[in-house]
């Protein structure tokens, strides 16, 4: 029978659920046990599709094409956990079926309130989201305790625990014990009136984990135990770690977690923690064999979960080629006024990500020019592969005015375009090619190479597509088709020939989603590699 572990936040935002629930996810997994992970977040969006990265950090795309909270991501990397549409639930998500269920009559002509139809529908979204026959479904809750949107998750999660047994629910509460540097001393005073606002509502939250930037004194976790009405061994430390976020786990695992779940769920572990591993890949982080500096040039550059899975891929490539990543972080607008040689001078690689809209795709095809003419190793995902396409389009071969049907729909020459079947759709999501595709890699080329198959599958979240009217053009001026989705025949990859360039790959999808710490992404393992490699040859101009 499924137990359930209910994760909540108090005292600030942004205290690392996401990745404390990741972590606890792996360290069961690691016992031999199955788990599924849950994000609701009480925001009234349906999902964070159509919300600016600004706001909300990435969207994280799924393979059946859910958009949904970066935490998810988290997830995924952290453990085998199936990720789907039930994966993340939003108000607007759990009102819209209500909505839908009163206006098909489904609730009879009663008065359809927060409790219970709310209430309820959340709980069935809780169900859904265990994954079957797990052994463990952890339950993330959005927000911070005390936030008006956040109560009817909480009370659904209370009346949750009442309808199955004493120990088949866990409530897991996340907390920050600020430091006051003028005193020099950690305060307990927040942590307990967040607990304190949990338990007004009816939640007795079983195990405490404290956020702290410094050691909690030996007498702290008997102090927090007695007011928050907790065990004092279930008063967890959580430091800021010092190196990576992959020794998240580990910290837990000394600090006692493990025992204190088992035990309050009456779970028996299947194995014991086998860490050798993992040590092993902590050591290859704090200790590298190589540095390289890779310059990502994008539109949200300023907030770095905005490109997460970016930089985690860039991580877990660095870890399999023994590289520490140092991240040159430019945005795209400043590079179309300053120039790429000012900004990017003394990379070892270049990365564009994606985004949408006009503002900065000028500075990437500046950025993409440099870093061809210079043969530095370039990687383009989605809008960047598509400024590749029309890089090379006006500067090899001679289409001045080519450029993306996203900000030009007119342009003469659009070698980024809608496909015919999108441009009757009048809704702007229903444009979007979203979730997990096919591609056929093209023998001989760099992605058939890094990838060691004929066929793989990748996640998509875009609008625009390489117009095929201009492939044989391109082709003939030297741009490598080098992946095809064959049910649509859209461009997937585009490449140049390693005669050309040691290494440039751009790809319509988001490769980004599909990596773990010990599994990298072969592209970007390869982009890494590539990195390496230019660090010991001549600098070519």
Known sequence: MTKYIFITGGVVSSLGKGLTAAAIGWILERMGLTVSMQKLDPYINVDPGTMSPFQHGEVYVTDDGTEADLDLGHYERFTHSKIDKHSNYTTGKIYREVIQKERRGDYLGSTVQVIPHITDEIKAAI?????SGCDVAITEIGGTVGDIESLPFLEAIRQFSLEHGPQDTLFIHLTLLPFLRASGELKTKPTQQSVGKLREIGIQPQILICRTEKPMTPDMPAKIALFCN???EAVIEERDVDFSIYEVPVDLIKAGLPQQVLEKLALTPKRDIALDDWFQLLETVKHPEHVVEIGVAGKYIELHDAYKSIYEALTHAGIANRAKIRLRKVAAEQVATQGAEALLTGVDAVLVPGGFGERGFEGKIATIEWARKHRIPFLGI?????????????????????TTAEYAPTA???VIDLMEEQKAVTQLGGTMRLGAFECR??????SREEYGAERISERHRHRFEFNNRYRGQLAEAGL???GVNDKHDLVEIIELPREVHPWFVGVQYHPEFKTKPQQPHPLFRGFVAAAVERQRRPVEV
């Open 441 to 446: 890699l093209t023998p001989g080329t760099i």
């Open 480 to 482: 490598v088709i080098a």
């Open 230 to 232: 907790v065990r004092k």
């Open 127 to 131: 169900r859904r989201g265990a994954s």
């Open 412 to 414: 003469e020459h659009r």
């Open 382 to 402: 989605c809008y960047g592969m598509q400024a590749a396409v029309v890089e090379y389009a006006r500067h090899v071969c001679g289409i001045e005015k080519a």
